[in-house]
């Protein structure tokens, strides 16, 4: 059974860019959440997405954005990057809303130059 | 702030012997509480969770103990192997304000033969 999907693995961009990453979640789960991990602030939860709904949100700016599609898959979406936005990106998915536990993907490091 | 906290960020064992994690929570409010495994470059795996109305889980060498009054939790590996030298994840959540996790920065646990 495949596993959560990010995509890309790695990439560079730099102040002011935006970006986008993609997930798609384990065949069959409908709530994926999104995570940012930085070496300061560990994992901290960004937002969670089930049915093409935003259902919770963690403590960004404006500038962290996500949408969800009809297939389950994911995106987010960030804005204006700042050097502080570099960081390891995960999703992660479950069965249902509000089950655990999460699975997470491998991540995309995100690097701002 | 760091509602979930793992005071050490490191632990060495020596193979066959007992791995003993610890992590500590503010919110009172958490009712459910997962175990995280990571290797370098890889996303975070699940390993091991418990729900507040329980004080023990069990899961093959893995035991995760919960002390509600202590705010309290540890992660017992019997007996330690090599492999399992990872970034040992706490994480807390709260089943009626979201079902968002909240993390521990971990401890990187080292397994020596």
């Known amino acids: 059974k495949a596993g959560v999907t990010q995509t890309p693995r790695y990439l560079i961009k730099t102040r002011g860019q935006q970006v986008t990453l993609s997930c798609s979640p384990i065949?069959?789960?409908?709530?994926v959440s999104w995570y940012q991990q930085t070496p300061g602030q560990g994992l901290q939860f960004l937002f969670e997405?089930?049915?093409?709904?935003?259902?919770n949100k963690g403590n960004f700016p404006g500038r962290f954005s996500g949408r969800q599609f009809s297939n389950s898959r994911s995106e987010m979406n960030v804005s204006t990057l700042e050097l502080g936005d570099s960081a390891l990106y995960l999703c992660?998915?479950?069965?249902?809303?509000?089950?655990?536990?999460?699975?997470f993907g491998d991540g995309t490091r995100l690097s701002i130059l | 702030d760091q509602q979930v906290k793992q005071n050490s960020p490191s632990l060495s064992v020596q193979e066959g012997r007992i791995s003993i994690l610890n992590c500590d929570y503010t919110?009172?409010?958490?009712?459910?509480f997962l175990w995280y495994k990571k290797y370098p470059a890889e996303g975070p795996t699940f390993l091991i969770s418990?729900?507040?109305?329980?004080d023990k889980n069990e899961d093959g060498r893995f035991t995760v103990f919960l002390n509600k009054s202590a705010k309290h939790l540890s992660l017992h590996i019997v007996p330690s192997q090599p492999g399992d030298s990872a970034v040992y994840f706490c994480?807390?959540?709260?089943?009626?304000?979201?079902?968002?996790?909240?993390f521990g920065k971990g401890t990187s646990l080292l397994v020596t033969p």
């Open positions: 992660a998915s479950s069965l249902n809303a509000g089950q655990w536990p999460q699975h």
């Open positions: 065949s069959g789960h409908r709530s």
């Open positions: 997405y089930f049915s093409e709904t935003q259902r």
């Open positions: 919110n009172s409010m958490f009712d459910y």
């Open positions: 418990i729900s507040s109305i329980k």
């Open positions: 994480a807390a959540a709260n089943s009626n304000s979201g079902y968002a996790l909240n």
